[in-house]
């Protein structure tokens, strides 16, 4: 996912940044970047997530990323969960990988994921 960085946070390594689908907030993981870069990136969503606790169905239509006081939140269609609780969450044309557990959810449809901690891998710079 394309996103621009624009300010640092409180955080070591913390970043603020925009992408197409809104602002976020996460731990920037690769060599020191500066307010107004824009690059190609993976989030990484590291917490143990549960379905129907940190990921909800929404009557939503479109792709959007938050930021709601702690938490960061994606809002995305929900193409797939593995067996081993790996998910897929789709932005656009991008996916973002996630681990969960908990009863089974409907694929195809928008949810939203909140989570307190993003990692951010640059695919370039």
């Known amino acids: 996912m394309n996103i621009k960085i624009t300010k640092s946070g409180l955080k070591k390594d913390e970043v603020f940044f925009l992408t197409d689908f809104g602002e ?7 060599a020191t970047v500066k307010p107004g870069i824009e690059t ?17 169905p929404v ?11 702690d938490k960061v939140i994606f809002t995305g269609v ?13 932005m656009g044309e991008s996916l973002v ?18 989570v307190r901690e993003v990692s951010i891998y640059p695919l370039s710079i």
């Open 40 to 56: 190609d990136v993976e989030f990484e969503l590291s917490e143990l997530l549960m379905r129907w606790v940190d990921i909800l």
């Open 59 to 69: 009557p939503a239509s479109e792709f959007n990323i938050r930021i709601e006081r």
């Open 97 to 114: 990988m996630f681990e969960c557990l908990g009863e089974p959810m409907a694929l195809g449809v928008f949810v939203e994921i909140q």
């Open 78 to 90: 929900l193409e797939n969960i593995e067996e081993d609780g790996t998910g897929f969450l789709r």
């Open 24 to 30: 976020g907030r996460g731990i920037w993981c690769g």
